[in-house]
Structures are given as C-alpha cells and as structure tokens.
C-alpha cells in the first residue's frame, strides 16, 4: 500500500517550506532608522545582535510571551530595542518608537516574505485528494491571521486548520505541538500523518518521535542534507518533487494491482475454459 493511500494528514512548517525571506534583516531596519532621520545601521553588526536578542528572549519568554501572557506587541518592543542596543545603537525612547513601530509594521506584512512557486499548488492538490492539511509553525498570531493569507494561503482553500506557536503556547521541537495536530485534525493517528519541514531537529525528529511519517525539503542546498540522508531521513529539493515522490508510490500501487487483476482474469478465463 503507498503512503498516499494511508494518509488523512499533511502538516506543513511555513519558513523555508512555504514561505521564504526576502533581502537582509538589515534592510528593513535601515529603511526604519532612516524614516526616524537616522543613519542606516551596520548590517553584519544588526543581523549579529538581532540573533543573540532574538535567543535570549525566546529563552526567558517562548512562544513569544505566551505563559507570562505577554502583549506580542512588547514582546517585539524588547527584542527590536535589545537588538539595537547589542549591535551598538542605543537611541532614545521617541526616536526608537519611531524605528520600532515601521519594523513591526513591517513584519506583520507580507512585504519581507515571498511564497515559494510550487506551495499553494501542493497545498490545493493535497486537499484535491481528500486529506487534511495543517499549519506547524514556531510563529506568532499575524502569521496566520496577515501574513499567510496575504502571501496566498487562505484557511478553507490552502490549508485547514494551523497550530502557531504563539497561539498555542508550545513550540517546535516539542513534540505536543504535533500532538495538538493531530488533534485539531479530529484525532488522527500518527501513522496516518505527514509532516513537512526544512529542519532535522524541530520538523523531522519531533515528528517521528510521536509515530508521524516525515520528510525534510533541501530547498537551499544544505550542508546538513546529507547526514540527514545518512540517518534515513527522506530528503526532496522542493514540493514539486514531494507531490511526485507521493505520486510516484501510488502509481506504482495502481500498476501493480492493475497486474494482479489481468492475471487473475486470465486465470478466471483459464479455469472456465477447462470447466
């Protein structure tokens, strides 16, 4: 039997399986400090101290505030200033506000983002064939309620229900967001489950861990693919190559029992002929 065939459940991750960046972090912040009338910031020192803030506060508060019932507003407040001030800009608070509410603004947009070609297309085919397709995303509420639709991803035609970290209160590589997936989907069991994602440690392995099948997409070439490979993870470049790998394998089912039938005729024919 294919896998295809055992399905009731596809989930997606959104960046770098949907969804990609567009340009350099520093572009937006330059474009913001320059509309407060300040130089453009350094950009190699911007995207450094954007990474360790961005950590930082993913540690002391995940899924962006959730728990301590933060407003996702001040959440981006701290982040944005704490970046400024680890890349060696510290401006002062009516300046930064200027800065800070062009940068949210920004990306609660769809304007940083470009959907990959081939992603509505699989997304609308899986639906097509009957399946329940999911959002798995560590991404806060604008993603689902802005972002995605904005980009071509509607819930009712691309894609049915979403599990976003920010919402959810739980976050990749937890394997209870998947969990709560395969609830929100009407209780489907795992082995009648796909998820898709770009990472070996939040997408693949927590995925696996609760009995989903899995595959990972290679869309930039990773250095890391091919241990992913090595450890026996599918691995496929894009979702045009999923939708055929999915294909593939039900075909090769269709052919197989179209075999299986015209022997079995010809034995039927075979054992009438002698009767």
């Not at 002062?92 to 081939?118: C, M």
């Not at 049915?160 to 919402?167: C, E, H, M, P, Q």
């Amino acid at each position: 039997m294919s896998l295809l065939s055992k399905l009731r459940l596809i989930t997606v991750d959104v960046t770098g399986t949907l969804i990609a960046y567009k340009g350099h972090l520093g572009d937006y912040y330059c474009m913001a400090a320059k509309s407060a009338g300040m130089p453009c910031p350094d950009y190699n020192r911007m995207h450094e101290g954007f990474k360790v803030a961005y950590t930082e506060m993913a540690r002391q508060y995940p899924c962006f505030g959730f728990a301590a019932k933060m407003p996702n507003i001040e959440w981006w407040r701290t982040c944005v200033k704490n970046s400024f001030v680890k890349a060696g800009y510290d401006y002062d608070d009516e300046t930064f506000e200027k800065i800070f509410r062009r940068i949210y603004s920004a990306f609660g947009s769809s304007a940083p983002y470009s959907a990959f070609p081939d992603a509505q297309p699989f997304l609308r085919w899986a639906r097509e064939k009957g399946l329940t397709v999911g959002i798995v995303s560590n991404a806060e509420y604008r993603y689902k309620d802005v972002i995605l639709p904005a980009l071509g991803f509607n819930q009712g035609s691309e894609w049915d229900f979403g599990v976003f970290s920010g919402i959810a209160g739980v976050e990749k590589p937890d394997p209870r967001i998947y969990k709560i997936a395969l609830e929100m989907a009407g209780n489907i069991a795992p082995e009648e489950a796909l998820h898709i994602g770009d990472s070996m440690r939040k997408d693949y392995t927590p995925a696996r861990s609760i009995g989903m099948h899995a595959l990972l997409l290679d869309r930039f070439k990773t250095a890391d693919a091919e241990s992913w490979r090595q450890s026996g993870a599918t691995v496929l470049p894009d979702l045009v190559a999923t939708q055929e790998w999915l294909t593939k394998n039900q075909n090769e089912e269709q052919k197989q029992e179209t075999v299986a039938s015209q022997v079995l005729n010809r034995i039927s024919e075979k054992l009438k002929m002698g009767a």
